[in-house]
């Protein structure tokens, strides 16, 4: 009798976690607002300081570059709170749609993009360029929030797993025909790691490491363009003006900040000499004029930011927010730990940017818009599920 009772109670919590409710609209986290704009207005002033140069050489306005992150950042924010106004249940329902779309719009990339530097990952609107792949790791976080929970009580069994594993597959083969491997690599880790937090059954994950391994050694031993960055990786003094120059300026730049760094704005790398130094490697610039402490500051702000974006998944009120808490704040801190291990030599360079810093706008919008998302989700958990 009371074994039948325990079976029944757990059973009704099983149903109240896969049932997504009715978002109360509560008070926003307001440790999560502040980190979130604080990073954002440092990213600001640091953009600023890493790409004058650079903007004076190319459009003669030194401004352009921090004129133009600017507006985007001001988008971003409004986005980033109307996003905290749109009930999260809302996505649940509209994932097909939002999977589709994504979809689209990554085909569209491939007929009608626009090629900067052998790669097609940008749609050209006139004013502005849209880069689909941030659209893309948004919609698989939120089709498999939406899988694992509907499929809550199946959750090892292969039928899920493969569901899964499809809705990763058709984003990341649509990515590598860009060829995108950096949003590739990017969506691939996100995808394991929400894998291993929804309860997918260990033995499948073991087998995509395995796999992963497997092509990891391929791609190396093949040569070609991951040979290549690999090589410079390892020793990048042997090609030190072409596959090494932008390893080694890095860390001549990381190493001139030393503890307290050169001050702000008065970087020397950023004189036409580190590529990149207002996109992915601008980090390496923050050291320069920051300093180990100044650097180690700003790492510290992500932290923050990353572990209270766990705590609203761990207190989110039903399954499917607590999935896409935690698929959100997952992809936040592998951008930024993925970013500094390239831009410090621990990682071979991947073109991975980091979040709130590097230049570029679709990328900034989403970013923010993603955090309008988590805050939605922290104000319903003031209020216990109907």
């Known amino acids: 009798m009371f074994g039948r009772k325990k079976k029944e109670t757990a059973a009704i919590e099983q149903n109240k976690q896969a049932r997504v409710v009715e978002n109360d609209l509560g008070v926003m986290d307001l440790p999560y607002l502040l980190l979130t704009i604080l990073l954002v207005a440092i990213g600001l002033l640091m953009l600023?300081?890493?790409?004058?140069?650079?903007?004076?050489?190319?459009?003669?306005?030194?401004?352009?570059?921090?004129?133009?992150?600017?507006?985007?950042?001001?988008?971003?924010?409004?986005?980033?709170?109307?996003?905290?106004?749109?009930?999260?249940?809302?996505?649940?329902?509209?994932?097909?749609?939002?999977?589709g779309v994504t979809v689209l719009l990554l085909l569209a990339v491939l007929l009608v993009g626009t090629n900067v530097n052998g790669a097609t990952r940008w749609i050209n609107l006139g004013f502005t360029q849209l880069q689909p792949s941030e659209?893309?790791?948004?919609?698989?976080?939120?089709?498999?929030?939406?899988?694992?929970?509907?499929?809550?009580?199946?959750?090892?069994?292969?039928?899920?797993?493969?569901?899964?594993?499809?809705?990763?597959?058709?984003?990341?083969?649509?990515?590598?025909?860009?060829?995108?491997?950096?949003?590739?690599?990017?969506?691939?880790?996100?995808?394991?790691?929400?894998?291993?937090?929804?309860?997918?059954?260990?033995?499948?994950?073991?087998?995509?490491?395995?796999?992963?391994?497997a092509g990891l050694l391929f791609l190396l031993l093949s040569g070609g363009y991951t040979s290549e960055r690999i090589t410079a990786w390892r020793n990048p003094e042997a090609d030190p003006l072409d596959s090494g120059l932008q390893i080694l300026q890095s860390e001549y730049a990381i190493g001139s900040g030393g503890l307290l760094g050169l001050g702000f704005g008065k970087s020397r790398q950023k004189y036409l000499y580190l590529p990149e130094e207002h996109n992915d490697y601008i980090f390496a610039i923050i050291c320069e004029e920051l300093g180990f402490i100044g650097a180690v500051g700003i790492l510290i702000l992500f932290a923050l930011l990353i572990i209270r974006g766990y705590w609203i998944a761990m207190h989110a009120r039903d399954r499917f927010s607590m999935l896409l808490a935690a698929g959100l704040t997952t992809l936040?801190?592998?951008?930024?730990?993925?970013?500094?291990?390239?831009?410090?030599?621990?990682?071979?360079?991947?073109?991975?940017?980091?979040?709130?810093?590097?230049?570029?706008?679709?990328?900034?919008?989403?970013?923010?818009?993603?955090?309008?998302?988590?805050l939605n989700i922290s104000r319903s958990i003031s209020h216990s599920p109907k």
Request: proline share 3%; net charge positive.
């Open 332 to 374: 936040l801190a592998i951008q930024v730990v993925l970013n500094v291990a390239v831009v410090t030599n621990l990682l071979p360079s991947t073109g991975i940017s980091l979040p709130f810093f590097s230049s570029g706008g679709t990328a900034l919008i989403m970013q923010l818009a993603e955090s309008g998302i988590m």
């Open 135 to 213: 659209i893309a790791k948004l919609s698989l976080i939120i089709s498999l929030s939406v899988l694992m929970t509907r499929n809550q009580k199946d959750i090892k069994s292969p039928r899920t797993f493969f569901a899964c594993a499809g809705a990763l597959v058709i984003i990341a083969v649509l990515l590598i025909a860009e060829p995108h491997f950096s949003a590739t690599i990017i969506i691939a880790s996100l995808w394991f790691c929400m894998m291993a937090i929804g309860g997918t059954n260990r033995k499948y994950l073991g087998i995509i490491v395995a796999v992963g391994a």
């Open 48 to 99: 600023f300081s890493a790409s004058f140069a650079r903007a004076y050489y190319i459009t003669g306005n030194s401004a352009s570059y921090f004129t133009s992150q600017a507006i985007f950042a001001l988008l971003g924010i409004a986005a980033m709170f109307a996003m905290s106004r749109v009930p999260y249940e809302w996505y649940f329902k509209l994932s097909r749609l939002i999977y």
